[in-house]
């Protein structure tokens, strides 16, 4: 599927389009992550932020994620039942600026809940710093001067 520029006017058109993709794809061959690595770190290098969603067996390991061992524990612990029901998982990376900061891998039927974007670091800091927002500011003060009648 090609990739798509995030619109919230166009959210409707964008969700329809990707399940229409999803519902016309096989679910056959043999699992390779380790070959869609190297484009998918680049496309993540190459973003300022995104959301990529992977559709698998669970059958082989996801490596290269901050999150590696607690998606190949879900797929581990749920690979027998999704073998039975002939069902993959969905797991859904978000990047921001080539680094991976969440992830959410849940056994399909399950629900699929996006992991939100991480939080801005400089509005965090002063989120929690409350003297921050006390610190003189460098943009010069505005001073308006006249008489109204």
């Not at 969700?15 to 869609?36: N, R």
């Amino acid at each position: 599927m090609p990739l798509r520029r995030w619109s919230t006017p166009l959210q409707h058109e964008i969700v329809s389009d990707t399940l229409d993709f999803f519902k016309s794809q096989k679910y056959e061959k043999q699992p390779g992550f380790s070959s869609v690595r190297p484009a998918l770190d680049k496309v993540i290098k190459d973003s300022e932020f995104i959301t990529v969603v992977l559709i698998s067996s669970g059958e082989e390991a996801i490596t290269g994620t901050p999150f590696d061992d607690k998606i190949n524990e879900l797929y581990k612990g749920w690979k027998v039942d999704q073998e039975k029901t002939k069902m993959p998982f969905v797991t859904v990376l978000r990047a921001k600026r080539g680094t991976i900061t969440g992830y959410t891998a849940v056994p399909v039927p399950w629900q699929v809940e996006i992991p939100p974007w991480p939080a801005n670091p400089i509005a965090k800091a002063a989120e929690t710093n409350p003297s921050a927002s006390s610190q003189p500011s460098t943009v010069q003060s505005l001073i308006v001067t006249g008489k109204k009648t």
